[in-house]
């Protein structure tokens, strides 16, 4: 596979996710994302800086993962090994935000547990993203270091034992994966060039359920997650191809947002869905998944009797939408969007024009495809 100069941080799929309203029906390659960035002015008030970028140009670190081949001296790269592990993410996301396939995030079957999947994505995006030049995060460089740390500190070993796999684990060295790891090891590039690429390739072994030496990732995602109680569906009631004036989510270089003294995690998988996960102290994994919508009658799923679907106003979707802009702001200075915040606005006016429709219900009301319940 070719070297790839211009490697995205958070990847271009999920930005689609995203896409502005103007180029919502243009191919792939012609699709924008408005970036918002928060800059402080000199008066120490807020400036928002609004710009509509090509999905292509956004989140791009260059050179990231170049590495020198010791034999060869050619330039390569990890590109192939990390679209492996963001094709087996994308599938599930898809299957939740195009197919409406909540109950599969009920799964935990070797080989199919969404949940695991959509967890360690939320986590391995976020430790890319910290290479993410739009992340304004001043604590960035900090975070790297310490999640880096332990590789560089014991870099030699790691790479002895690298080294070691054709004598001691030929069969892992069938697995591409094994391949790459041991010519990141054996390459002439700097010590921290290949300190960064030996993390993240043991990262996305742990991901993938392959063995590693390292697990850090799954440790940090399961000091994160593992406590999950509920899993909440919240859909903005508009399809995905809608460029209706409406409230959207946003995704930022932080990923999702950690509301700790709430116990909620908001991860945003598109512009108009978004899961919940709260945590509480259970002893197995048997989440109660929970749907919010203020169109529920338009969900595929809205037959299965194995979710419990709420109708909410659109007024509760804005408070969602604003829950997440304001952790993103406060953690990356930056999200990217499906259209300019001046535009809600327009949607503001709507509402306060039709008030039944957007206000209400005031309170979530339990819902079913045969009629509404309190």
């Known amino acids: 596979m070719a070297y790839t100069r211009n490697q995205h941080m958070l990847s271009q799929w999920v930005l689609r996710n995203f896409r502005s309203d103007d180029t919502a029906l243009s191919p792939k390659d ?15 008030d807020n400036v928002l800086y609004e710009q509509p970028l090509p999905i292509s140009s956004v989140a ?23 679209g492996v ?37 939320a986590v391995m995006q976020l430790l890319l993203n910290l290479h993410n030049p739009q992340n304004k995060n001043p604590y960035k460089q900090d975070l790297l270091d310490h999640f880096h740390r332990d590789i560089e500190m014991h870099l030699e070993e790691y790479i002895k034992s690298i080294q070691s796999l054709p004598g001691t684990q030929p069969a892992l060295m069938e697995d ?15 010590r921290e060039d290949k300190s960064r690429a030996i993390f993240t390739l043991f990262s996305l ?56 003294e709430q116990n909620r995690i908001y991860l945003p998988l598109s512009h108009n869905f978004t899961l919940c996960f709260i945590t509480g102290s259970p002893l197995t994994f048997r989440p109660r998944i929970d749907v919010f919508s203020p169109r529920p009658e338009l969900l595929k799923c809205r037959d299965d009797r194995y979710l419990n679907f709420y109708k909410v106003s659109f007024d509760y979707i804005d408070n969602v939408m604003s829950t997440i802009d304001m952790y993103n702001v406060g953690n990356s200075s930056t999200f990217y ?18 008030p039944d429709i957007y206000y209400l219900p005031q309170l ?7 009629g509404e319940e309190s």
């Not at 979530?364 to 495809?369: E, N, Y």
């Open 60 to 82: 791009v670190a260059k050179n990231l993962f170049r590495l020198i081949d010791a034999k060869t001296g050619e330039a390569f790269d990890i590109e192939e090994e990390l």
């Open 30 to 44: 012609k699709q924008r994302v408005w970036c918002h960035t928060v800059y402080p002015s000199r008066t120490g």
């Open 205 to 260: 072994l742990a991901i993938l359920n392959k063995p590693t030496p390292y697990d850090m990732i799954n440790v940090f995602r399961n000091k994160i997650f593992s406590r999950t109680s509920v899993i909440e569906i919240i859909h903005t009631g508009h399809a995905f191809d809608s460029t209706d004036s409406r409230p959207v989510f946003s995704i930022a270089p932080n990923i999702f947002c950690l509301y700790t």
């Open 337 to 354: 969007s499906a259209y300019q915040l001046s535009d809600v606005e327009n949607y503001l006016k709507l509402q306060d024009e039709q």
């Open 176 to 190: 591409s994966f094994y391949q790459k790891l041991l010519r990141v090891a054996n390459s002439s590039s700097p």
């Open 364 to 370: 979530p009301v339990r819902w079913s495809a045969t």
């Open 85 to 121: 592990y963001e094709r087996l993410t994308s599938a599930v996301v898809n299957d939740i935000i195009h197919e409406h396939n909540f109950s599969r995030l009920r799964l935990a079957e070797p080989g199919d547990f969404p949940f695991e999947t959509l967890t360690s994505f």
